[in-house]
């Protein structure tokens, strides 16, 4: 089976990423074979939110917004015979900033084709951490939170409240890598079981039917070495008819299709549904 589209793309909009034009994934994803791009950049955080990364680069400026809309309009059309392309965003959900978020999303929302609700940060001690920003960071949530199986905890906990949010009709449909607190496994290794966590989760996801991020971007990183989510939950996922949603998360042209190759059957991604 031929994999034919990602559905988590970043942008040259993205603080964080690279400058690699709008046009050079769309180029890159036609010599791939694929019939379509989903872009998904990580939208403004909430205007009170403190941005906890050294270089406040978390997601884009409420200023560019008009300027990511209009460029994604012009490459529909430049493209529109030869790649499906949607226009979307990476919304952070941030536990306490909902009202912030709704909002947003409300004054955007017409100009989403697509979109992921993904959880980044987690708050300890009055103190909030970018949890996937390196793993020195992540130690020092580890320390913060008391042990590991807590910050595990936490982060379960805090995607439940994401899939139960009330974000309004623009809320995104998609939930974004599940297992990113596993980015640095290998060098914090979990000894305990998470797997109620999991089927809660999961369990949520389909009583609410919305669809999976099943995210190529941690087999690449040093510490992970697995998709969000690996195999098992994925597998678990598809028992519950959670439509699988390919993501590379990539943040350069060339990470098109990257982390794909995974066990599960590629027959099992679907397209994302559209508003």
């Not at 970018?130 to 936490?154: I, K, Q, W």
């Amino acid at each position: 089976m031929k994999l034919v589209y990602d559905g988590h793309v970043h942008t040259p909009y993205c603080p964080h990423g690279s400058a690699d034009s709008f046009s050079a994934y769309a180029e890159a994803a036609i010599q791939k074979g694929y019939s379509g791009l989903t872009f998904t950049e990580h939208a403004p955080l909430p205007k009170s939110f403190v941005d906890p990364t050294p270089f406040k680069d978390s997601g884009m400026q409420q200023g560019q917004l008009s300027g990511y809309f209009q460029e994604l309009n012009a490459l529909k059309r430049y493209y529109h015979s030869h790649l499906t392309i949607r226009t979307g965003l990476e919304v952070d959900y941030i536990e306490g900033y909902e009202e912030e978020i709704r909002t947003f999303l409300n004054e955007v929302g017409e100009e989403l084709d697509d979109a992921i609700l993904s959880v980044h940060f987690l708050k300890q001690k009055e103190k909030w951490y970018c949890l996937d920003y390196s793993p020195d960071v992540f130690g020092e949530l580890v320390e913060a939170t008391g042990s590991l199986e807590e910050v595990y905890r936490n982060y379960f906990q805090a995607l439940l409240h994401s899939i139960k949010s009330d974000l309004g009709q623009f809320k995104p449909s998609r939930i974004g890598h599940i297992t990113l607190v596993r980015k640095f496994h290998t060098k914090f290794p979990p000894d305990f079981s998470y797997e109620e966590e999991i089927v809660k989760v999961l369990d949520e996801i389909a009583k609410k039917g919305l669809e999976l991020d099943y995210n190529g971007a941690g087999m690449m990183k040093e510490f992970c070495r697995e998709p969000y989510p690996p195999a098992w939950i994925a597998r678990e996922a598809l028992k519950r008819n959670i439509p699988l949603v390919y993501g590379s998360d990539a943040h350069t042209a060339k990470g098109l299709k990257q982390g794909y190759k995974e066990l599960i059957g590629k027959e099992a991604f679907k397209m994302p549904s559209t508003r």
